[in-house]
């Protein structure tokens, strides 16, 4: 240590320090350096820490040993406050990456447990990078339509698909709401572990209802078929899906006569005049002996057991157990156990069953769809999920079901819709809202609406 002193006998470098320790950047240097664990600790003797932060500043190269000042240089007083600085910024630095890893790590974790809505509500089988894809390529002809650019009519004119990918994008936004802001704000390497997250999420959430739903369904199916044969093993696919005259009854195409044994072989044997595909609806998504083909939309997706399979991935296990007794009775099968009478209380759901979670208010086309899935792949006898059975693409099928909900073909379909829709919501959650698809507004029929056309016409008579 330099033993050039002043007329006061002090140490001119530290005249200096003595200063800088008083000021508010050596407090910030001292918080730094004590929070990297590279400085003393937070309550020292003044004279003792001025002689540390002098040592320390030479250990980080802010002082050096050979430096000289005299009373009078106040140039080099300057430019030792000016490192300190520096040294500051450096610690900032080195903070800022410390503490980055376990926020990256939060931050995953919970845009992971937000992805566990992904495949229930927004989309079973699109991938996130397909629906922010859309969104992009829509906001991009926009941009180019606003700068005046030529757009093809077909760049203009979006396809089914593209219409069903943004719905899926705006399902995303509105169920992962941070995901917007990170859109906006995040880098692609920033973005990239939130969107890994997020497909994790969806992953384990829908391996967990498989599993669940495998389980679950037996005790269902007992009920409708009340001599099963043989009897199904919760724990193992075994002895399900179209070999099982049970199981494949439902898994059966509506368009078929499952009774008939010759139409059974075919199907089993896979002949080609009798495709199980996904172009027809199976027979477990109507009530039992419910079909109409003169009106094939009478009674789709009233099934008992679909319905079940819903109320237990969205409303919990033992909502199952309080099933409105209407329709119950709509599903029994000739000569199955007669039903116990049930309460018409729809409620008996957890306050955090995994609708309040994820914010699901109301019942959706797409969470049908994804029940509906669950519950053909809890009939088969596939050993995994997976896209397809056989022949039977569940993506297609998946589709078909987000198409007959979210793009009727005119306003006669759009209230058979909203009728259905209501019934589910009257079965799931005891309620009946007034509903509106993407596009828009309400029914002509309700009481707002009827008022603003009232109002609306006094205006005109005036």
């Given at each position: ?9 002090a ?19 001292q ?13 020292e003797?003044?004279e ?5 932060e ?53 931050q ?12 229930k509500v ?35 004119e ?8 943004h ?20 880098n ?10 997020l ?39 075994d ?113 955090r ?19 509906a ?22 993506i ?14 005119g ?28 596009e ?23």
């Amino acid at each position: 240590m330099s033993t050039l002193q002043n007329d006061r006998g002090a140490e001119p470098h530290r005249i200096g320090l003595a200063w800088w320790s008083t000021h508010a950047g050596a407090r910030k240097y001292q918080s730094l350096a004590i929070t990297l664990g590279v400085g003393p600790p937070a309550v020292e003797p003044a004279e003792r820490h001025i002689d540390y932060e002098s040592e320390r500043l030479r250990g980080c190269g802010v002082i050096s040993t050979s430096t000289a000042l005299s009373d009078s240089d106040d140039e080099s007083i300057t430019a030792i406050l000016a490192r300190c600085k520096r040294r500051i910024v450096e610690l900032e630095f080195q903070l800022k990456k410390t503490q980055a890893p376990a926020k990256s790590a939060a931050q995953v974790k919970s845009y992971a447990a937000l992805g566990r809505a992904i495949c229930k509500v927004v989309s079973t089988f699109d991938s996130v990078d397909s629906l922010i894809a859309e969104d992009d390529r829509r906001r991009d002809l926009e941009e180019a339509r606003m700068n005046g650019d030529e757009i093809h009519d077909a760049e203009d004119e979006p396809t089914p698909e593209q219409n069903r990918l943004h719905n899926g994008y705006k399902e995303l936004c509105r169920y992962i709401v941070p995901l917007r802001k990170a859109l906006a704000e995040a880098n692609h390497e920033e973005l990239a572990p939130i969107l890994a997250a997020l497909r994790s999420g969806a992953r384990n959430a829908r391996s967990d209802d498989t599993k669940n739903v495998r389980e679950a369904i037996v005790p269902w199916l007992n009920i409708l078929f009340p001599k099963m044969d043989p009897p199904l093993d919760p724990d193992s696919r075994d002895n399900r899906g179209l070999y099982h005259d049970d199981t494949g009854r439902l898994l059966c195409p509506i368009d078929y006569d499952w009774d008939d044994e010759e139409v059974r072989t075919a199907i089993r044997e896979g002949d080609s005049e009798y495709p199980v595909t996904a172009d027809s609806w199976f027979r477990g998504l109507y009530p039992p002996d419910g079909f109409d083909p003169e009106q094939p939309e009478v009674g789709l997706f009233k099934n008992v057991v679909l319905l079940k399979v819903f109320k237990f991935i969205f409303t919990s296990p033992l909502s199952v157990k309080t099933m409105p007794k209407d329709v119950d009775r709509e599903n029994v099968r000739p000569g199955s156990t007669p039903l116990k009478k049930v309460s018409k209380k729809v409620g008996s759901m957890s306050k955090r069953n995994v609708a309040a979670i994820i914010g699901l208010k109301a019942v959706t086309g797409r969470s049908i769809g994804y029940a509906a899935v669950q519950y053909r792949v809890a009939l088969s006898d596939a050993n995994h999920w997976d896209e397809s059975d056989g022949a039977f693409d569940y993506i297609t099928f998946y589709n078909n079901i987000v198409e007959y909900f979210e793009f009727p073909p005119g306003p006669r379909a759009r209230a058979d819709v909203n009728r259905l829709l209501d019934f589910w919501n009257t079965n799931v959650f005891g309620t009946t809202p007034q509903w509106a698809l993407y596009e828009g507004g309400s029914r002509a029929t309700s009481s707002v609406a009827l008022l603003r056309a009232a109002r609306a016409g006094r205006e005109v008579e005036v």
